[in-house]
């Protein structure tokens, strides 16, 4: 079964990089998509928007710790073949977003390869916790160090 997601936010597609925008108010659509993902209930999982669009896919069994694999056909669309644990990894930064109502980082990074060059799928978050004072890494820092 394939899905698809009707992206609000923009695509992007740079020379090595594809970038999209994950919106607070997809946020669960795109938790669920990504959970069938990594569970196998689905195939693919399309985003699109009224320009363009990219599929996600999870990679083979034995490729769980490797790069996501970038393919990209005729008509320029691109393929995302995604290992497990990049999968995951896309999932907690989604499940912390929706936990905390913004993310931790003002964007993420898939790192892949197309044609044995670097590619980045790039995910970016329209709402970000603002970052740490000094004052509150002093704090964390002692409290680590504590055990």
């Known amino acids: 079964m394939r899905r698809s997601i009707k992206n609000t936010g923009e695509i992007l597609v740079k020379q090595n990089e594809l970038v999209f925008f994950v919106n607070s108010h997809q946020l669960e659509t795109w938790i669920c998509e990504i959970g069938l993902l990594i569970e196998g209930l689905v195939e693919q999982v399309t985003c699109f928007t009224v320009k363009s ?8 069994k034995d490729a769980c710790k490797s790069n996501c694999v970038v393919k990209k056909n005729d008509s320029g669309e691109y393929k995302f073949i995604l290992p497990q644990n990049q999968l995951e990894y896309f999932q907690s930064v989604l499940l912390r977003f929706y936990r905390d109502s913004a993310a931790e980082a003002n964007h ?9 060059c670097p590619y980045n799928l790039t995910v970016a978050f329209d709402q970000v916790k603002p970052p740490m004072t000094a ?3 002093q704090k964390h820092i002692e409290k680590l160090e504590q055990g």
Request: a neutral charge; hydrophobic letters at 30%.
């Open 53 to 60: 669009k990219f599929m996600l896919q999870k990679g083979h």
């Open 108 to 116: 993420i990074h898939l790192y892949g390869k197309q044609d044995d």
């Open 135 to 137: 004052e509150q890494m």
